[in-house]
T-cell receptor, first 109, second 110 residues
Framework: GIQVEQSPPDLILQEGANSTLRCNFS?????LQWFHQNPWGQLINLFY???GTKQNGRLSATTVATERYSLLYISSSQTTDSGVYFC???????????FGTGTRLTIIP | EPEVTQTPSHQVTQMGQEVILRCVPI?????FYWYRQILGQKVEFLVS????????KSEIFDDQFSVERPDGSNFTLKIRSTKLEDSAMYFC????????FGQGTRLTVV
């Protein structure tokens, strides 16, 4: 099956710092989504981004499908950004999402 | 904003008992899914459901599990004869191109 690797696995930052999270995948995909899992375990949709660049407030994401990676940028981090960030991909012809291993982000006041 | 709703949010059950996890997907979505996440691990696909039948299932989704869409709004996951290792967060999702997840049901088997 498709492999999805995220880096770094853990990231600890001061409030106000910027960060870049990376997602590499091993095969062509027709769907890529970024999620934030909050401390209560909920999976919050951040971006649906099979290709290109999108921005939503302090967050933005870029997917380069031909090179099989996606980046999530968080600027001016806040403590509420803490949690685990997952990317998930869907291969052509499949209907399921395959999740990466996640990046645990901790923002310190 | 429409959302996927799951009940209950927490369930504790005795080993060997049957549990039914319930989900109300977003109303105009055609694809429904169940995923699970064992504590501290990544989210794993269990099953997808389209046009009133299973369209894909993982190797985890064995005879212990079943899914049903009993009416036009609900989507359920039944786990028979629960085991300790079934303890996990179970997520329902619905969508088309983009999947939207419910808040999860935390199942604890004791």
């Amino acid at each position: 099956g498709i492999q999805v690797e995220q880096s770094p696995p853990d990231l600890i930052l001061q409030e106000g710092a910027n960060s870049t999270l990376r997602c590499n995948f091993s095969d062509s995909v027709n769907n890529l989504q970024w999620f934030h899992q909050n401390p209560w375990g909920q999976l919050i949709n951040l971006f649906y981004i099979p290709s290109g660049t999108k921005q939503n407030g302090r967050l933005s994401a870029t997917t380069v499908a031909t090179e099989r990676y996606s980046l999530l940028y968080i600027s001016s981090s806040q403590t509420t950004d803490s949690g685990v960030y997952f990317c998930a991909v869907e291969r052509f012809g499949n209907e399921k999402l395959t999740f990466g291993t996640g990046t645990r982000l901790t923002i310190i006041p | 904003e429409p959302e996927v709703t799951q009940t209950p949010s927490h369930q504790v059950t005795q080993m060997g008992q049957e549990v039914i996890l319930r989900c109300v997907p977003i109303s105009n979505h055609l694809y429904f899914y169940w995923y699970r996440q064992i504590l501290g691990q990544k989210v794993e696909f269990l099953v997808s459901f389209y046009n009133n039948e299973i369209s894909e299932k993982s190797e985890i989704f064995d005879d212990q599990f079943s899914v049903e869409r009993p009416d036009g709004s609900n989507f359920t996951l039944k786990i028979r004869s629960t085991k300790l290792e079934d303890s996990a967060m179970y997520f329902c999702a619905s969508g088309g191109a983009e999947a939207f997840f419910g808040q999860g049901t935390r199942l604890t088997v004791v």
